[in-house]
């Protein structure tokens, strides 16, 4: 896992999503939770999760509260062009998502029971943030 931290955009599949925010816009936002909602019986792969999360923060900030976006997030969104609105109605979706991957049927959520324990409530913690932000 190229993870370097619990946060929204530590991880190389959350930076490589930015990139597809900068290129798609709200479609990369709608396939990354829809990924991850529309199997819901599925094991939910690492990469799919680690991009759903990053969407979710893209919600939050749609919302207004881009507290959880990093600097090169930021950005991305600063240059993003399109309906707000659109990205907020996907708030249910995103709750969602969130919850689909602190599931016990979810690669994130083994990978992070795996490390020590104070790493997993730390991740933990900022899945709630998010949901909170949404």
Do not use: H
Not at 5 to 15: I, L, M, S, T, V
Not at 69 to 85: I, N, P, R, S, Y
């Amino acid at each position: 896992m190229g993870t370097w931290g619990p946060k929204p955009f530590e991880n190389d599949d959350a930076a490589d999503f930015v990139d597809e925010f900068g290129e798609m816009g709200a479609d990369a936002i709608v396939d990354a939770i829809r990924t991850v909602t529309s199997g819901s019986e599925d094991y939910l792969e690492g990469p799919e999760a680690q991009r759903a999360i990053a969407a979710c923060a893209f919600v939050a900030a749609a919302i207004g509260d881009s507290s959880a976006l990093d600097e090169v997030a930021a950005d991305a969104w600063q240059g993003f062009d399109g309906e707000t609105a659109t990205l907020a109605s996907l708030k249910p979706e995103a709750v969602s998502a969130l919850d689909r991957i602190m599931s016990g049927n979810s690669e994130l959520l083994e990978l992070w029971e795996e490390a020590d324990a104070e790493a997993l409530e730390q991740f933990k913690n900022e899945i709630e943030a998010l949901k909170k932000r949404l």
